[in-house]
């Protein structure tokens, strides 16, 4: 599992990696391992002007944001083919799920080690896009 095995993913690329790729898998990552050692394994192989995308990450924040607001019950309503609208409750501590604090922090351990990122919202075609984001990360 990276980064445990670093050294064999980039013993051919000792110059460092242009883009890496990381979608739909940070929510195992979360509940598995260090996300910040994961992070941080990245930035240090990614090389000057490298991008990291960090896709397709379920927000427990978005998530309720979505289903508080009226498209969100009129979508849920829909779906579950019921009148009832769904239970949101804000200000609760969910645990072993990734909410807004997560992301920027994410974000702000990257910029504070000299790399530009941003949460950045998906498109609207896809199909989780009420409840996910992405993180982009730049090395200057």
Not at 110 to 128: I, N, R, S
Request: charged letters at 25%; aromatic letters at 10%.
């Amino acid at each position: 599992m990276y980064p445990e095995n670093q050294d064999e993913v980039t013993k051919n690329f000792q110059s460092g990696i242009d883009i890496i790729i990381c979608y739909s898998v940070l929510h195992h990552i979360y509940e598995d391992t260090n996300i910040y050692k994961f992070l941080d394994s990245c930035l240090e192989i990614l090389k000057p002007e490298g991008e990291m995308l960090i896709g397709d990450i379920p927000n427990v924040s978005k998530r309720k944001r979505f289903f508080a607001s009226n498209t969100g019950k009129a979508f849920h309503r829909k779906f579950t083919g019921s009148n009832c609208d769904p239970e949101v409750q804000f200000n609760v501590l969910e645990k072993d799920k990734i909410d807004d604090s997560v992301l920027h922090s994410i974000v702000l351990r990257a910029q504070y080690a000299g790399f530009d990122a941003y949460v950045v919202p998906q498109a609207t075609e896809l199909p989780m896009s009420n409840r996910r984001d992405d993180i982009i990360i730049r090395k200057p």
